[in-house]
């Protein structure tokens, strides 16, 4: 199959074997995302190949499966296409068939917690109803043995599913389903999942629901927020915690619970009832540290209330107050900062306040007060929201590093936005997510992904951050790979300023 596609992803021209293969003839795919020719839990490295071939005007064949049923295994390559004939800023990609080469299962074992959420976000966005939940528990009410647990619900949804499905543990005994459509008969499916238990000698309940994405009124971005808070709440808590954030009602039932807890949050927020933690990043090549990343920890009483740091910061972005949560941490880190002989750290910045022009002019007027904290301060890009006026973060950007502060972008992979910023923004540092190195630890194949995104980032001139090091095995792996710096516990665990 041949496709010519925008900068933007979107298909342009498409001729070939799309019919037989996809079902639909090739004017069928016109005006879609390029990454819809690949199977849903392909998509998230199908974005980071096209970043590829954006940043080097070449892909190499990389493998992906195609949407089918049988997952069929595909190579897909590009060339950046000649300026000759209005093509200027057009690409072309390749799919071709792999020949003699066993076919994957269209089910094969289980995503994993990151496909789950990056697949979960991204029907979200367009309104989908599409997230079940389900969760495993012994007599205890914990989740039984690991390993056999995990093996009896892969084979059990491998067989329940249809095609298109993305199923991964979010935590242990905890799994979520994504789909085109909601999960079919969940109460059977809970029933397989329990009589395979039983015939593995094991004691389990299951338990499996559905949370409705549709919700009237709501943006996307709201949709995806919402979205966000509810697979955290489901992974630390399971489905009583769903529960209690409002999702029995929905999305809209949890911005409705949401809204009810604004004072609240306002208040923490204001009165500075959290503190920060701060862990060290290392260079690989000594492992001196290079500076302090801080961390976010709420007060016991605040995080009895809103929950984890995570959910903390997510219910902020959710009712709009990411801007006053940025700047608190700002004032504390600066604080940390001046009393830190010369320690230099980075604060956490929320793409809200990032393209946020009464952010950045307040951002401007300390740093311009107080220039030492240039040097000192370092801004880390989060996309736990995702920035939607890329103008203005670009200009944030600019201004900060012409007043000198370094910025990094966090979590470099695990979600389709991270590509994008790296091709829009110029950054010092990219952070890639540690799910990248603890798979690499696996499969050779893993190991490959990883070596591509350190190869990717060195081609828009940033240093690597390899973060979650526990062993020093993981810290020989990304050193040998060519990662700048390293953050985990191995090198130390969040706590305070030296």
């Not at 060290?280 to 209330?305: F, Q, S, T």
């Not at 696996?442 to 390899?466: C, F, Y």
């Not at 990304?478 to 700048?484: F, P």
Request: net charge negative.
């Amino acid at each position: 199959m041949l496709l010519e596609v925008s900068p933007e992803g979107r298909i342009e021209f498409a001729a070939g074997a799309f019919r037989s293969r996809l079902g639909e003839p090739p004017e069928a795919w016109l005006g879609r995302p390029a990454e819809s020719v690949v199977s849903l839990p392909d998509r998230a490295a199908f974005d980071g190949a096209f970043s590829t071939l954006l940043a080097r005007d070449r892909l190499p064949p990389t493998p992906f499966r195609l949407p089918d049923a049988a997952g069929t295994p595909v190579s897909v390559a590009g060339l950046r296409l000649p300026a000759a004939h209005g093509a200027a800023g057009r690409f072309c990609l390749t799919v071709s068939s792999l020949p003699r080469q066993p076919v994957r299962a269209a089910h094969p074992a289980l995503a994993g917690g990151d496909a789950v959420r990056d697949a979960a976000l991204r029907l979200a966005g367009g309104g989908a109803d599409a997230l079940s939940f389900i969760e495993v528990t012994g007599p205890d009410g914990r989740p039984p043995e690991a390993g056999p647990v995990a093996a009896l619900v892969d084979r059990a949804l491998s067989a329940g599913l249809g095609a298109g499905c993305v199923a991964g543990e979010l935590s242990a005994g905890r799994y979520g389903i994504v789909s085109q459509s909601p999960a079919d008969d969940l109460a059977d499916l809970a029933a397989r999942i329990e009589d395979a238990a039983r015939g593995a000698g094991l004691d389990a309940a299951v338990e499996a629901r559905s949370v409705p994405l549709r919700a009237e009124g709501l943006t996307p971005v709201q949709r995806t927020r919402a979205l966000r808070y509810a697979l955290d709440a489901f992974a630390r808590g399971g489905y009583p915690a769903v529960e209690a954030a409002g999702f029995a009602a929905g999305l809209s039932g949890f911005v409705e619970r949401a809204c009810s807890r604004a004072d609240a949050l306002h208040r923490a927020i204001a009165g500075k009832r959290f503190g920060l933690a701060f862990q060290p990043i290392v260079r690989m090549e000594d492992g001196a540290v290079e500076h302090y990343e801080a961390l976010l920890r709420p007060d016991p009483e605040v995080a009895a209330e809103f929950g984890t740091p995570g959910d903390f910061v997510a219910l902020a972005e959710t009712l709009a107050m990411s801007e006053k949560l940025d700047w608190a941490v700002v004032e504390a880190a600066s604080a940390a900062a001046r009393r830190g002989r010369g320690a230099r750290i980075a604060a956490n910045l929320s793409g809200l306040s990032l393209q946020s022009p009464a952010f950045r002019a307040r951002l401007l007027r300390l740093l311009d007060g107080e220039p030492m904290l240039a040097s000192r301060l370092m801004a880390e890009i989060t996309e736990t929201a995702e920035i939607e006026d890329e103008e203005e973060a670009v200009r944030t950007i600019a201004a900060l590093r012409e007043r000198g502060m370094e910025l990094c972008i966090d979590d470099f992979g695990a979600g389709a936005a991270a590509f994008r910023y790296l091709r829009a923004f110029r950054v010092d540092m990219v952070k890639i997510d540690g799910c990248y190195l603890r798979d690499a630890t696996r499969s050779e194949q893993d190991r490959g992904i990883l070596a591509s995104m350190v190869g990717l980032i060195r081609t828009v001139g940033a240093r690597i951050v390899s973060e979650r090091i526990e062993t020093q095995a993981e810290a020989e792996l990304v050193r040998g790979l060519g990662a700048d710096l390293g953050q985990g516990w191995l090198y130390g665990r969040p706590g305070a300023l030296p």
